[in-house]
């Protein structure tokens, strides 16, 4: 059985797949925005909202990806169907797209806020961000719009063999949307979006780290103040290497699929699938990494097993 006649190729697994990932992924979610909403400490308090933020954006991706949407890639060729519940590929592609670079927006947030926290009060960058910040905050929604001005006509355009389109595709009343005949062009602005995304988060991080570094060396804070951020910045990093792999890793596989035009729809489902997996790991990671939380959830499991060792315990009194 070759890769693209396995059942792993097929929309029947990739909507299996989805939905499952669905099953776990809104308690998870709605646990951890209740973690974030009412478990966040005082000293928190500051980043609460980005946070959520954060989570908000990283919930309604998946959800568009697992649930309303289901694309089902035909790279290279940049085309896609979606298996979802709105048979409006056009559109459920731009909203998710959005999503997506709102998500990385808002991990910049957060990354900005420790940053002006930590150095940039007294900074030019007091008056920078209130250009920068508006500005990236309405980067998600107009950034694909110069792809979408040179879409090609859907009912002429044809990238590739008709074959790749049509190939483990049993519902073939479903519209196909073709975004580009020119796949490069969207590896482009892929790149650019990506490096508009990571750039920033990655410069935050660094300065702010070499700061608080730089603090404890000459003491002007408590050892227990800089030790509380430098933790905080390091969870919140862990955070995002999760984001990195579970966004990062597939988007460089679908460009490489475009540059050196593979085809292998096993692939391209498992590409689905990674993009859709961030909104379950996010929430687990959150609350593994973040000390609050993490002692919370613990706490949940200890009164549970302290509950049925108590009923054990009652149980064998009776019996005796």
Known sequence: MTSQSSNFASPEFLLLATHIITCFEIPLC???????QFKTPVKM????????????????????????????????????????FFDAPGEILYCLLTCLLALGVSL??????????TIGQNSIWHHLRKIYLP????????????????????????PC????????????????????????VIVLWGVVCSCIITIPIISFFTLTFLKLLERQRNHKYSF??????KNFLLSMSIQFGSFLMLIIIPLILLHSSVIFWFHSQVLNNFITIMFSSFGTGSPVVMIFVYKPYRQFTLSIFRRNRKKE????????????
């Open 30 to 36: 709605i646990y951890g925005a209740y973690c974030i």
């Open 309 to 320: 060792s108590q009923i054990d315990t009652i149980q064998v009194q009776s019996t005796i």
């Open 161 to 184: 063999d008709e074959t790749l389109f049509l190939e483990n595709i049993h519902m073939v009343n479903k519209k196909i949307f073709i975004l580009s005949v020119d796949p490069l």
């Open 224 to 229: 227990r103040t800089i030790q509380m951020q």
């Open 108 to 117: 910049i947030a957060i990354y900005e806020n420790r940053f002006y926290a």
């Open 45 to 84: 308090k500051s980043v609460k909202w980005v946070m959520l933020n954060v989570h908000f954006w990283s919930t309604v991706s998946d959800i568009t990806i697992c649930l309303i949407g289901v694309p089902y890639l035909h790279i290279p060729c940049v085309a896609i169907h979606v298996l979802g």
């Open 135 to 158: 500005l990236m905050c309405i980067f998600p929604p107009i950034s694909s719009l110069p792809v979408w001005t040179i879409l090609p006509s859907q009912e002429n355009a044809r």
